[in-house]
């Protein structure tokens, strides 16, 4: 193969153009400019297919190339509307959760009642549901007015299992801890014996009614002891003067 120089004095081999002369910039810009052609066609293609299959037919040109473009802001809208949906049904299941477990001496009216506890519990809850906490109510109130009984409860965490416009499923996990007072001859006063914290995990069902979240029912999962619904029966405290710490099954008895 020949080799001569070229007219600015480099040496060029037959059939090629040196790095810097005309025919090179000429050939890197003509594929430059096939390039472009190509993804501009393709850029158009995705514009006109999204004009004919995502926007408004009976709209006017010019708003339906408007919806176009607002496509993608719509479905970051969506996802955070969803997430806004997940935040709201765990907050309401962690209220009920929280306040169908929480009571104690405090809450106590002249009558032995708990009036606000179970006006706060009501709030959360179905008509439906309230027939059956009502049910268990009494029960709870004779086992703070008899024996000085106190529950209390602390969340671990909360899921959404399933959620949809008018009901959801959550998931709560806590442990649930209860205490009587110590009346033993050593016990200072105030003083109280705590029962060993229960874990749990509950199914809470929640529906939507008058826009709003309530609860309409809730349950242990599968394989749990505790009977959410069950406050404790006053005979499952020990004897106040009684120095004995609680036994296993006193202390299954508070969660229940």
Request: aromatic share 6%; hydrophobic share 35%; with cysteine.
């Amino acid at each position: 193969m020949a080799v001569h120089p070229a007219d600015d004095g480099e040496l060029v081999v037959d059939g090629t153009s040196s790095p810097g002369s005309p025919g090179s910039a000429t050939s890197t810009l003509t594929i430059l400019t096939a390039v472009f052609a190509v993804v501009a066609v393709v850029c158009l293609g995705v514009l006109a297919y999204r004009f004919v299959a995502d926007t408004d037919g009976s709209s006017s040109a010019l708003d339906r190339v408007g919806q176009v473009f607002s496509g993608s802001d719509d479905a970051a809208g969506a996802a955070g509307d969803d997430q806004a949906l997940r935040d709201e049904v765990m907050s309401q299941a962690n209220q009920f959760v929280l306040r169908v477990n929480t009571y104690g001496p405090e809450d106590l009216d002249e009558d032995n009642k708990l009036p606000t506890y179970a006006d706060g519990v009501r709030e959360v809850i179905t008509s439906k549901f309230a027939v059956s906490f009502d049910e268990n109510l009494t029960l709870a109130e004779q086992s703070v007015s008899q024996a000085g009984y106190a529950r209390g409860v602390e969340l671990y965490g909360t899921g959404v299992e399933s959620v949809d416009e008018d009901s959801a499923t959550v998931l709560v996990g806590g442990v649930i801890t209860g205490s009587y007072p110590d009346s033993s001859a050593q016990a200072e006063d105030g003083a109280r014996v705590e029962y060993e914290p229960q874990p749990f995990r509950f199914t809470v069902q929640l529906v939507r009614t008058d826009d709003a979240w309530l609860v309409d029912d809730f349950a242990p999962l599968t394989g749990e002891i505790i009977d959410p619904e069950a406050p404790l029966d006053p005979s499952d405290v020990p004897d106040p003067s009684s120095t004995d710490e609680p036994t296993t099954d006193e202390q299954q008895g508070s969660g229940s």
